[in-house]
């Protein structure tokens, strides 16, 4: 029922920035997180931030201080703005659904629903 629907990436040079988007259907604003996590060739699918319905955000400190996740309620959509990237930033990026992510916000078995992705590529 519900679907997300990720859009935003693409390719940037180190240090640049890029703003994915996310829009999300068939839910409404009741209690539930929403994330952004990524996961690179060989790599486990790790979360990157993570953003309740209250408002509460939770990053990984890999991306503390770079990212921002926000939301707009009134578009059902969600936001990750991405600065100073890094080549290790490289990844396809998904965004998360949960009805209910405590207390495991970061984890990817925590979500419900996800979207199809959306690749991030930074050179350095």
């Known amino acids: 029922q519900v679907q997300l629907v990720e859009s935003g990436g693409g390719s940037v040079q180190a240090g640049g920035s890029l703003r994915l988007s996310c829009a999300g259907y068939g839910y409404t604003n009741s209690g539930h997180c929403m994330g952004w996590f990524r996961q690179a060739p060989g790599k486990e699918r790790e979360g990157v931030a993570v953003?309740?319905?209250?408002?509460?955000?939770i990053y990984a400190d890999s991306v503390k201080g770079r990212f921002t996740i926000s939301q707009d309620i009134a578009k059902n959509t969600l936001y990750l703005q991405m600065n100073s990237l890094k080549p290790e930033d490289t990844a396809m990026y998904y965004c998360?659904?949960?009805?209910?992510?405590?207390?495991?916000?970061?984890?990817?078995?925590?979500?419900?629903?996800w979207g199809q992705g959306t690749q991030v590529t930074v050179s350095s």
């Open positions: 953003i309740a319905s209250d408002g509460r955000t």
């Open positions: 998360a659904f949960a009805w209910n992510c405590w207390p495991l916000f970061l984890r990817a078995s925590s979500y419900n629903y």
